[in-house]
């Protein structure tokens, strides 16, 4: 442990970087993947095709994926943001059918609540509908979440600095303690990250944790009464 802890700020330079490229690809892909996955859940003609297109995105190896984009739309293919577009077409394959489940788990009679007290669609959408989706989206952005985190190694391969640098560079070397320290930390942050989106649920969508309390109100409720 000797290594890791002499290049403690070596690890957490990177994590930062890594946390950062990570981050970004996260936020793009839920901002592509609410639109998408409303026209998914909004038309039911196009919602398997969009699914099943959108899925068909995560079986691209990352490293062809990393060497396709590039050479079909001209940009670097060592740069920071051709991996950043890499992870982001890997969270739309993740999200987009989480948007449409978590639509679909909207009740429609309160839906027709909200139009009858006069919301239109929009608003509708918004302050009804995306709020009580939540917990889904929520379960699927934690799946990608840490899905980024660690595919966001492969970016090494193409030049571009994170924590797999230190993967690459511990196995030229063969030196395990620092493989082993990538891999840690690459764990670590997964872990803060999706516990981050937890508490962030929690804080964001109260609604939920008072739901999930009646429902075990009344499943004790009903115990009981079986028990008697």
Not at 11 to 17: F, P
Not at 117 to 140: C, D, H, K, N, Q
């Amino acid at each position: 442990m000797s290594w890791t802890i002499d290049n403690l700020g070596l690890i957490l330079g990177l994590a930062a970087v890594h946390l950062r490229q990570s981050l970004i690809a996260l936020v793009l892909g839920v901002v592509v993947s609410v639109p998408l996955g409303w026209v998914a859940w909004r038309y039911g003609l196009v919602r398997g095709p969009v699914i099943v297109l959108t899925g068909l995105l995560y079986t691209i190896p990352s490293l062809a994926l990393l060497m396709l984009m590039p050479a079909l739309f001209g940009y670097s293919a060592i740069s920071e943001s051709n991996l950043v577009i890499a992870l982001t077409i890997y969270n739309v394959a993740i999200l987009v059918r989480s948007v449409a489940d978590g639509l679909d788990s909207v009740d429609a009679d309160i839906r027709r609540a909200a139009t009858a007290m006069g919301y239109g669609s929009g608003r509708r959408f918004w302050t009804v509908e995306l709020p009580l989706a939540g917990p889904v989206i929520l379960a699927g952005v934690r799946v990608a979440a840490v899905s980024t985190i660690a595919l966001a190694t492969v970016g090494i391969l193409i030049g571009v600095t994170n924590l797999g640098y230190l993967f690459t560079n511990g196995l030229d070397r063969r030196f395990i303690e620092e493989v082993f320290a990538g891999v840690l930390a690459v764990v670590i942050l997964a872990l803060l990250i999706d516990g981050l989106l937890v508490v962030l649920g929690r804080v964001l969508m109260p609604w939920n944790r008072a739901t999930k309390s009646r429902a075990r109100r009344s499943g004790s409720a009903v115990a009981a009464g079986g028990a008697a």
